[in-house]
């Protein structure tokens, strides 16, 4: 079989490397110094002379070629090609569209066509957008499948096919846990669900914007409320002011304070100071939905009764002072108190602001968890996250510096999806001085929960990083 090469660039060496021996192989191009790099590969008949003229072309045998493939750099050029060649009657005409936006001038003349730019831009989305695994073309070019991964984040996370129905697509197919499901109606897309979407190519951008997304969540995977213990005046002016922000600039919908009955406090003054503090909590002041209500004197207790028996996203209680001999004394005993809860722990230090998010960046699921919650924090908030990796000193022998910065790229193409900036902070050292130097009294350090109970003689990275940092510290559970 003939087939008959016009232009000889990378594609056209690389298809003829490619081609069996059942095909005899004629190549045309202006440049005579291109032959011999083509010649190098196979055994060709060459022609040199503009494929666009039809007397090179029967020169080149056109007339009893099989296919004819036009893949010089001009689309006027592979136009013509591929013109002569249909009035020629040959089988198969394919052509290169250097331009893709005249693959429709290709399509009128009833050949194949490729662009090469969509394939290569194709690939370079795949790799630059992980949640696309990998996307093609068909019905020349006019449908697309495109392959997603569902994340947390995504819009369409835990919802069910009949209610993200559209005129524009369907979902094909699903991979989930190495097992395809055929999709219905009812079929639920899940976290890490392979999801193969079909719909036409000019409606690319809403099936990406739809599957690709991310939509700011938290703490709503958790609940809608935010319970916050009032015992004196350092719990109104650290704690309470800071969950009202934290609500404010989160998804959460109401702040719960919680706190003693004064009637049951036998120390009259103490009891008055209780009654002020109370009388001081408002919706308009505060600035969002509240409800107050009275517990027994056991505040951490109480607050986990509550996220057993409402919808409770974060407890936020106020961060014990520092000591210098015992910097971290209470914090263990505060997460083990509220371990059965298991919601997010705000340990809050002072400023009822954030203007920073600080995560540590680790390819892992604690990782992933505490570093969805800081994007989706930031997002809300309107502040960047600074992505934290610490990579083991030289001396210790093991070089994973490549590994974190890897880390903080990842975090940085998940934030970017919910147009959060992040700023990477690689560096070498030890993780506990790294991520206490980079927080201030005015950042929010968001780390996963340690296990439970924690231990006060070896408590963890995360606890150390709260007792000596200024900010304040959002510990988020994973679940399993």
């Known amino acids: 079989m003939r087939a008959v090469v016009v232009g000889v660039g990378a594609s056209a060496r690389e298809l003829i490397r490619r081609l069996g021996d059942s095909w005899s192989v004629v190549v045309v191009d202006t440049d005579a110094d291109r ?16 494929g666009s003229s039809s007397v090179v072309l029967r020169q080149a045998g056109i007339e009893g070629a099989v296919a004819v493939i036009a893949s010089t750099s001009s689309d006027d050029v592979n136009l013509e090609v591929s013109r002569l060649a249909r009035d020629a009657g040959v089988e198969q005409v394919i052509a290169l569209a250097r331009v893709p936006e005249r693959m429709e001038e290709y399509r009128e003349l009833g050949v194949d066509v490729i662009s090469p730019a969509r394939l290569a831009a194709r690939g370079m989305e795949v790799a630059m957008e992980p949640r ?12 697309e499948a495109i392959e997603f991964e569902i994340a947390p984040d995504s819009p369409v996370q835990g919802k069910a096919l009949k209610e993200i129905h559209s005129e524009l697509w369907v979902v094909a197919a699903i991979l989930r846990d190495g097992k395809l499901v055929v999709p219905h109606g009812n079929t639920r897309l899940l976290t890490g669900d392979k999801v193969t979407v079909v719909g036409s190519a000019t409606d690319f951008t809403q099936v990406v914007r739809t599957f690709a997304g991310g939509v700011s969540r938290f703490p709503l ?7 916050v213990p009032l015992g004196n005046e350092r719990d109104r002016a650290t704690a309470v002011e800071e969950a009202a922000y934290f609500v404010r600039n989160s998804n959460a919908v109401e702040l719960l304070v919680i706190h003693r009955d004064p009637e049951s406090i036998k120390n009259q003054a103490e009891a008055d100071e209780l009654a002020r503090l109370i009388g001081t909590i408002d919706a308009e002041t505060l ?11 056991d505040l951490l207790g109480a607050s986990v009764s509550i996220a057993s028996e409402e919808s409770v996203g974060t407890i936020v209680v106020t961060l014990p002072e520092r000591s210098a001999m015992r910097p971290f004394a209470k914090i263990p005993s505060i997460l083990n108190r509220l371990a059965d809860a298991n919601v997010p722990v705000l340990l809050t230090r002072g400023d009822a602001k954030f203007s920073m998010i600080v995560a540590p960046a680790r390819r892992t699921v604690s990782g992933d968890v505490a570093g969805r919650a800081a994007i989706d924090i930031a997002r809300r908030a309107g502040v960047k996250v600074t992505g934290v990796a610490v990579a083991s000193p030289v001396f210790m022998g093991r070089d994973d510096l ?12 998940e934030a970017a999806v919910q147009d959060v900036e992040v700023e990477r902070h690689v560096v070498r050292g030890n993780p506990v001085k790294v991520l206490s130097s980079v927080t201030r009294s005015d950042t929010l350090l968001v780390v996963s929960m340690p296990k439970l109970p924690v231990s006060r003689f070896n408590p963890g990275i995360a606890v150390w990083a709260a007792a000596r940092g200024e900010g304040s510290v959002l510990f988020v559970p994973v679940s399993e």
Do not use: H, Q, Y
């Open 35 to 50: 032959f011999d790099e083509i010649v190098a590969i196979r055994d060709v008949e060459t022609v040199l002379g503009d």
């Open 402 to 413: 490549k590994d974190k910065r890897a880390a903080t790229a990842w975090l940085r193409r």
């Open 221 to 227: 995977n958790f609940g809608r409320k935010v319970v």
């Open 132 to 143: 696309k695994v990998a996307s093609t073309t068909f019905a020349d070019g006019r449908a």
């Open 287 to 297: 600035g969002v939905e509240i409800d107050v209500k009275p517990v027994g004197s």
